[in-house]
DNA sequence: TATTATAATTGATATTTATCAAGCTTATTC
DNA sequence: GAATAAGCTTGATAAATATCAATTATAATA
């Protein structure tokens, strides 16, 4: 494992109260590796052998049942995902791939839970992130259920551009039909919605969307901080 | 605070491995309090004061935005709810209200939060209830973006079927209308999906329902344990 | 027991979303 | 640069769901 690597894992906010004979610990025994676009990692209904943090690229959370398939979240770096499944040393309820060129770090799930047990530090901090997982799904339950496709279109856009900071421009950071999956609707119909919200001043080409009018996508959206700021550390 | 009480709070793993010292000073400064039916305990986009626990009865958790309201999820006894608000020092995300009389522990959450922090086990159990809740949450966003409604019925009551062990019977523990919050749901659509159910064998009068054909009832509801078995300990 | 209130059902209609197919645009490969 | 593949848009139609209103059934109250 590269050094430069081992710092940025160890700067997440999950591992940097750790102590360093932990630490120290778990590095070794880790693997990091490199992963191109749409490789399979995970897959539902497997065992949790390993925590996996998304060290670069991104990696897509997905599942499926009743023939049909959903995105339940986009993971960016430095961030590690599902840690639940690790620490109740139970079966992954989502599938995930990479999609991009990605590295990836995986850390025996049984050295992740012994660290647990005696690291009181590492512990806070898994409690925190825990919390803020499942916070962010709350949120995700939320936006699914009290709005329509169009509104979690609208609020997706302001999110992005406040993320962004690039005076009324967004870029979107993956293709379309995969954001259609995380907002829950078929790629032809998140089509409409973008068409629906062309009166509320959007307007987009592929990948590029321009917001004409902020004011009037805000009203369209009605976003709320319960619902669309991202949930922090 | 009453003897019997205490100690059926105690008796719940969150709090079981907590070491005495630490529970006997939490007992004291908590508050235990009887509410009738429909008392609103907690709004969400309030600061979490306290961690609540259901002693008895039964606690609505719900979220409203965009002019509608749904039914994240119902607390029966005797658990804990919104543990992340309380440990991340943040606003609730959810509202709650009794559905019932019910009985309430209220605990300060500076003091949950403290006792965290020189409780090991206390940690522990903690962060098992979050990969819980989580997990939990997860199970809900796959049911609402890959299941219709109809769907998401079959599958409710053949949970409900399997937890109360009444051959062919289903009493819903509180009114229909309830149910279709919680599902996602007009109630007015809550009863098409019964009535949908009706070649699968479902018939229903109130909250009983009389489930005539289960496999016919299995099939139409394809259950998964990544998404119907509810999250254990 | 009768009356009133509430919950649930049913019908009609509107809206949202999915499905299927075809065409267009853009990216990739040779 | 041309050909091919993939992503996206658009049109038509079907299905799922919401809304609104009226009726029926059940529970609560007097």
Redesign the pocket.
Known sequence: MRDQDLERVRRLPLFATMDDAGFDRLAPISYLQQFPAGVHLISEGDQADFLHVVVEGSVELYATGNGRETTVAIIQPVTAFILAAVLKDMVYLMSARTLENSRILMIPAGSIRETMETDTAFCQAMVRELARGFRSMVKTVKNQKLR???ERLANYLLVAHEQQGTGGQVKLPF???LLAAYL????????????TLETSGVR????MIHIDDLSALRKMAQPSPLIDTPEEW
């Open positions: 329509t496709a169009a293709e379309k039909r829950g609707v078929t790629p032809e119909n998140l089509s409409r919605a973008f068409k987009n080409s592929r990948t």
